[in-house]
């Protein structure tokens, strides 16, 4: 197979000109995004070279201690930004979701790269991409998840009080709207694996392929990440909620602010 093109500053740069017609778009049509369009993709590409100038460090010098700052951070921030998504829930519950996510995102991330891949945890160059994939799509499923759940109970917190008032417990009161939400969360997931193959060529799949890796290897590899992105969303939904939502009553069965 051939090698792959590198691109230079000039290639990478004529990029930039796609974002004006987005920007024309939104000004000629009144779209209020501008602002973050701009703010938004200087971000994301400042953040990126950051990443690769210390991925490119790391690679080259492959240290455990590296790998294990780098995922604790990436966790770390994951965890920040779902909770800052969601900030009117409770203090008891934010603990649930962070728990949730970080024991969810690293246990699948642990058994992904020892199991199935069959390397070290502390290799850099599977467990550093992988694990982006992984807690970055448990950070936007628990992020969906719970904002759900918390419109939900919100929307609907008048005939909450009313089955309560009823003799209708709390589980089993808020056990559907877990369910609703775990359901909402996962959705994009499911969405996505029903159309991958013959839709879309999904991005894991595509850069292996453009790095030379066979076909074939690049789709296994893909149906396994898309599994374990599946099962990392619906355990930290599932734990973030049906965990959480025990915050929400006391031990007399009554309903305390979300």
């Known amino acids: 197979m051939n090698e792959i093109i590198s691109l230079n500053i000039a290639q990478f740069s004529i990029i930039y ?22 703010i938004a993709s200087i971000r994301m590409t400042v953040q990126l070279v950051l990443a690769g100038l210390i991925l490119t ?3 080259e010098n492959p240290h ?9 951070i990436m966790t770390g921030f994951a ?3 779902t909770l800052q998504r969601n900030k009117s829930i409770n203090k008891k519950f934010k603990l649930i979701v962070g728990a949730s996510l970080a024991a969810s995102g690293i246990s699948i ?21 992988i694990s982006g994939m992984i807690i970055g799509n448990a950070l936007t499923g628990v992020s969906l998840g719970v904002k759900t759940f918390n419109e ?3 929307s609907q917190r008048i005939k909450i009080d009313s089955l309560i008032n009823m003799g209708v417990t709390p589980p089993k009161i808020l056990t559907p709207f877990a369910s609703q939400a775990i359901e909402t969360a996962l959705l994009p997931t499911l969405n996505s694996m029903v159309g991958m193959g013959i839709i879309s060529l999904p991005g894991m799949m595509t850069g292996q392929i453009l790095s030379g890796t066979l076909p074939m290897t690049a789709i296994f590899y893909q ?6 992105i599946c099962a990392v969303t619906c355990l930290a939904v599932f734990c973030s909620l049906f965990f959480g939502y025990r915050t929400l009553y006391n031990k007399r069965c009554q ?4």
Do not use: D, R, W
């Open 152 to 154: 939900n109970i919100h």
């Open 17 to 38: 000109l796609l974002l004006l017609i987005v920007l024309y778009v939104m000004k000629k049509y009144k779209i209020n995004q501008t602002k973050l369009l701009l």
């Open 64 to 72: 455990p201690a590296f790998t294990v700052a780098y995922i604790i």
């Open 255 to 258: 309903m305390e602010p979300l």
């Open 109 to 129: 991330l642990c058994f992904f790269i020892i199991v199935i891949v069959g390397v070290s945890i502390f290799n850099p160059q599977y467990t550093i991409p």
């Open 57 to 59: 460090y790391i690679f």
């Open 79 to 81: 965890i920040y930004m």
């Open 223 to 228: 149906i396994a990440i898309i599994i374990a």
